[in-house]
């Protein structure tokens, strides 16, 4: 086909047109626009031919030729909604935001709308330029706009929240604190709502912003979130009394996440103290007298009561690390209601913690067991059997909830279940199957490319249905998406695996049991065979047995599979462990991982150490000092830097094949770096300054032996060492 298109492509436009759709279906987007250009010589004012390009144009994020095909289009069709939005959109992206801000403006003025008449698609573009408007800084025409329209928006609280913050930055407080206080109205529980609250009244003093929220306590008396705030800013006596009355409240209805909401008060020493003092005193009270304190005069408490004080407490000496006591604790909750879900789930975490994970996935699955109907217990026991590398177990208790006839594995796959492929890559790895983790960290980033790949239907669709706001969103969004948690843990894990296997490439099994066999005499080489055998046909039992079982999955999926690859334009190419894992030059398709994390998680000091790892391992020497001057401006004292930089200095010193400019340049960052001390001075002085830090100890002696013997561990090794230590208390004796 492709051959007989490229017979008439210097004959006629529509050739070149159905080649780059047929380039756009094989996802070869930079090549489809050549086509399009190409097709556009010969027919210039073509609309399809336009509108095709200026998809492929947004999608590839070529906005300079985005906005110059919206203008062609604008021209050939003035009339037409879509070519004034195309147009506005091009300018609110080149952040030309007054350019965009006016041609809303025009288009608006076109339009025949009754200003009594509500119209959804009218009301999204009035918000779009609004928010177009507010981004050029125009916060007084913003307000004004907002203020003359507001009839004519749907969406009512939009209108409040952005009227709220238009208020706040043209310092308008009075009237912005009128605003929020509207909103508390609506929802006292939004917490954005109270600190605009606090903005606008300006308190001078702690005991002004408590009284915002005293006031806010008589108004909504059953309220959470205005008892909750003041707990992040008040100290002292005064923290305790708000924390009584917070706890006391919860503890009686029975709240399950109260612990998750103090969480983050557990950076402050003085404030953890206080909360262990008063929840422990109401549990000895509560036993006592069944009151949360023997002087009150209210009535008792319900047995519940106690059982929630005791949850709680299982997870407060959890997070402070004495997992004997938060045992105690949830065992005698566990006592006296052996029913409740809730009670397994924090036995389990806190054997996860204490780092017996075995334990913990036998806890999670007591829970799940308690109610085989609950979805989220049943995936939080497979990522705990996960963790266990129990790999079989946990696709077992996935396949509870996954489509009946269907592989558990190939149906979280096709739901780009991302957190189960994760747990199954680090378990893999762990287990040292290389090729299967890999396969699944490959299948984390197809869902990624799939992610990218399904914008392209969006780009006609919101501008017709005119949901802007979302759609700008979406396309801030997509540039950012391999920022995601999910995408940087598998490139982490793949990249360390392809670095283990460049220091330790996989070896040929048969030439290894070649060479083992040549010292065995007849009689132990006979029952080796034998041995060999019985696991062969034990193997080759089991292989068939799962291939009738794929088979008949197969024929089940088979049907969706060939309508998913007609849609995406051809069968991927399939991943297949042994293959993964013997590639060519692993330290490349390291780098495949490696670049996004470069150009989006720059913040993450992980990914400059591991970038780091690759340089060192192709001795790219300027490669390497940018990775370490990057790592060391977010964090100078990190162990894995510490090695890091023993290691750049002593390459640096002990290569002869430098050119003189590199070398010069080298020399004088390791200078400002290390000072005028040696590596091994550098390493005694790093041990002295973090003496009671064991993972910083451990670096130290990691590199210590390093100098030594001129050998290093993997970096999987090297990653791994410090996040262990996550389970042991960080202070050591001096």
């Known amino acids: 086909l492709y051959i007989c298109l490229c017979e008439v492509l210097n004959v006629t436009f529509s050739g070149w047109h159905v080649y780059g759709l047929l380039q756009r279906s094989d996802k070869k987007y930079d090549e489809a626009i050549k086509c399009y250009r190409n097709a556009l010589k010969w027919d210039k004012d073509n609309l399809q031919i336009l509108r095709d390009l200026s998809l492929l144009q947004i999608q590839m994020r070529d906005l300079e030729g985005y906005r110059e095909t919206r203008y062609q289009l604008l021209q050939l069709r003035p009339a037409q909604r879509a070519s004034w939005i195309g147009y506005a959109i091009a300018y609110h992206l080149l952040e030309d935001y007054e350019m965009a801000a006016k041609i809303i403006e025009e288009f608006r003025k076109t339009q025949q709308t009754s200003p009594d008449k509500v119209d959804y698609e009218y009301s999204e573009l009035l918000l779009y330029q609004n928010q177009v408007l507010r981004e050029a800084g125009l916060f007084r025409e913003a307000l004004e706009h907002l203020t003359t329209y507001e009839k004519q928006i749907c969406d009512k609280l939009a209108v409040e929240e952005t009227k709220g913050e238009l208020l706040l930055s043209l310092e308008r407080f009075e009237e912005a604190a009128d605003v929020y206080r509207r909103l508390q109205e609506r929802n006292p529980e939004n917490w954005s709502y109270y600190h605009g609250l606090e903005k606008a009244l300006k308190p001078a003093s702690t005991e002004e912003k408590l009284k915002i929220y005293e006031e806010a306590w008589e108004k909504y008396p059953k309220g959470l979130v205005p008892r909750r705030l003041p707990l992040s800013f008040l100290s002292g006596d005064k923290f305790r009394e708000c924390l009584d009355r917070y706890l006391r409240m919860n ?148 396949a509870k909830f996954t489509r009946e006839g269907a592989s558990a594995v190939e149906n979280l796959n096709e739901m780009q279940c991302m957190w189960f492929q994760t747990e199954c890559a680090l378990a893999y790895n ?31 669709y919101c501008m017709r ?83 009738a079982e794929k088979e008949k999955q197969l024929k089940n999926q088979k049907k969706k599979k060939e309508d998913d690859d007609e849609e995406i334009g051809g069968p991927k190419e399939e991943l297949i462990p042994e293959k993964l894992a013997r590639v060519e030059n692993p330290l490349d398709e390291a780098v495949k991982f490696l670049t996004p994390l470069k150009n989006l998680v720059k913040n993450k000091i992980d990914t400059h150490l591991l970038a780091f790892e690759i340089y060192f391992r192709k001795e790219k020497y300027l490669l390497m000092l940018q990775s370490v001057k990057r790592a060391y401006a977010i964090d100078p004292d990190h162990p894995w830097l510490h090695q890091c930089l023993v290691r750049f200095f002593k390459g640096v010193s002990e290569s002869k094949d430098l050119a003189e400019s590199v070398s010069m340049v080298l020399k004088q960052e390791i200078s400002r770096l290390f000072g005028e001390s040696n590596a091994k001075s550098f390493n005694q002085a790093f041990l002295t300054k973090h003496f009671n830090s064991i993972p910083h100890r451990a670096a130290g002696v990691h590199t210590q032996h390093f100098i030594c013997t001129q050998l290093f561990l993997t970096a999987n090794f090297s990653c791994s060492i410090f996040n262990c230590t996550c389970f042991l208390p960080l202070q050591l004796p001096k």
């Open 465 to 547: 249905k005119m949901t802007l706001r979302s759609y700008v969103d979406l396309l801030k969004l997509e540039d950012v998406l391999r920022m995601h948690p999910f995408y940087f843990r598998a490139s982490q894990t793949a990249i360390q695996i392809y670095l283990n296997l460049h220091d330790n490439p996989l070896t040929d099994d048969s030439k290894e049991l070649q060479a083992d066999t040549e010292n065995l005499t007849d009689k132990e080489l006979k029952k080796l065979r034998n041995k060999q055998r019985r696991a062969q046909k034990k193997a080759q039992l089991e292989e068939e047995k799962k291939n």
């Open 430 to 460: 762990s287990m040292k199957k290389y090729g299967e983790a890999l396969k699944k960290c490959h299948e984390i980033e197809r869902h990624f490319v799939e992610i990218t790949d399904d914008q392209f239907d969006f780009h006609t």
């Open 251 to 398: 503890f009686s209805k029975g709240c399950p996440p109260v612990f998750t909401t103090l969480r983050s008060l557990y950076q402050d020493k003085e404030k953890v103290s206080i909360i262990e003092e008063l929840v422990v005193g109401f549990e000895t009270s509560l036993r006592s007298c069944r009151m949360f304190s023997p002087d009150d005069d209210g009535k008792e408490e319900p047995p519940t009561t106690l059982l929630w004080v005791q949850y709680f407490l299982a997870q407060h000496y959890d997070q402070i690390f004495q997992h004997t006591m938060a045992l105690e604790y949830i065992n005698a909750a566990i006592e006296s209601t052996p029913t409740l879900i809730e009670l397994f789930l924090i036995k389990a975490k806190i054997y996860k913690h204490a780092g017996n994970i075995r334990e913990a996935a036998r806890w999670m699955d007591e829970a799940q067991a308690l109610d085989t109907a609950d979805r989220f217990i049943n995936s939080k026991c497979a990522k705990y059997l996960l963790k266990a590398s129990l790999i079989k177990e946990a696709e077992e208790m996935c």
